[in-house]
């Protein structure tokens, strides 16, 4: 009768993976490939899991709502991303990311001897960092391009006020710009305000759209500006160069605000770290010779 009972789990769980594997293979024939003709090349991490990335975006595509891709595209635009990855493609990195670092710490747990408990805890946190790991990845990706953009934007405008003032048009101008400037997601930006106007758009929708784009609220000034002025008919090179000033001075106020922030955020690593062994190393001897005379 043992027998008998142990055939038919044997049976069935065979069963079982059978169709889960016709399944799989059903899901991977379904599957139809990215295309990436227009797209930039993959970082050299995501080289590597990209057959299975590619598998799973077309069936995110079809699964996940459609608030969640258009966020997720708004977010992959902002961070310069938007020609590496498409909203799809990036939730299927998250769902890779979040199977990999579950089962590594899985792993880590049966090293380490713990029990069922523990291992089911440590799976769920390392899903939940494989999660959200792109996503922070992301963000901080946002962040350093946006100070790169901040860096970057007086010596572009002064190149553009240079320009105008030397008689170029603000098209000409910025087209020079972009050819002498340095480079950096601004630049890059710009290179594709240029595209857009040659393609058909107007100079005011090319820079509506760059606006949009950063979502910085320094170039949405740039560009309200110099709306205005055109509308205005007032001097394209001295609204440049006013423009270039001010955000010259922000610069530096924003220096000194950071260099006076310094000492202040020095005071935590001072008080955890260095005074405590600075304690340590003054009286330890005091304390040694204390117990020494009192014994």
């Known amino acids: 009768m043992r027998s008998l009972i142990l055939l038919i789990i044997i049976f069935l769980c065979a069963t079982t993976g059978v169709v889960l594997l016709l399944y799989v293979i059903a899901l991977i024939r379904k599957a139809r490939p990215s295309e990436r003709t227009h797209m930039d090349p993959l970082p ?6 990209w057959p299975v990335v590619n598998i799973l975006q077309f069936h995110v595509s079809e699964i996940m709502p ?11 635009q902002l961070a310069g991303l938007e020609f590496v ?9 998250q769902i890779v990311s979040l199977l990999l670092v579950g089962a590594l710490g899985l792993w880590t747990a049966g090293l380490l001897n713990a029990v069922a408990g523990t291992k089911i805890w440590a799976t769920i946190a390392g899903c939940l960092v494989g999660w ?29 006020t240079l320009c105008c003032q030397a008689g170029l048009s603000l098209t000409g101008a910025i087209a020079q710009a972009v050819q002498k400037g340095p480079g950096g997601a ?9 595209r857009e106007m040659r393609t058909g758009a107007s100079r005011m929708d090319a820079l509506n759209a760059l606006a949009d784009r950063l979502n910085n ?27 270039s000033e001010q955000r010259r001075t922000e610069r ?12 202040v955020k020095m005071i935590g690593p001072l008080v955890i770290f260095i005074f405590p062994v ?12 204390f117990l020494a005379t009192t014994r």
């Open 132 to 160: 959200f790991f792109p996503v922070l990845w992301m963000r901080d990706r946002r962040k350093r391009r946006e100070k790169d953009i901040l860096r970057t934007l007086p010596g572009y405008l002064d190149m553009i």
């Open 85 to 93: 990855l498409k909203a799809e493609e990036f939730i299927a990195v």
């Open 217 to 243: 609220r320094h170039i949405k000034s740039l560009v309200s500006n110099l709306t205005q002025a055109e509308s205005l008919g007032a001097s394209l090179a001295d609204t440049l160069a006013a423009i």
């Open 278 to 289: 600075t304690f340590i190393i003054i009286f330890f001897p005091l304390v040694m010779e």
């Open 66 to 76: 459609t608030s969640l891709l258009v966020k997720r595209k708004r977010q992959l």
């Open 252 to 263: 530096f106020q924003q220096a000194e605000k950071l260099a006076m922030e310094a000492p």
């Open 186 to 194: 601004l630049g890059q930006e710009f290179d594709r305000m240029m």
């Open 44 to 49: 050299p991490a995501l080289r590597l899991m």
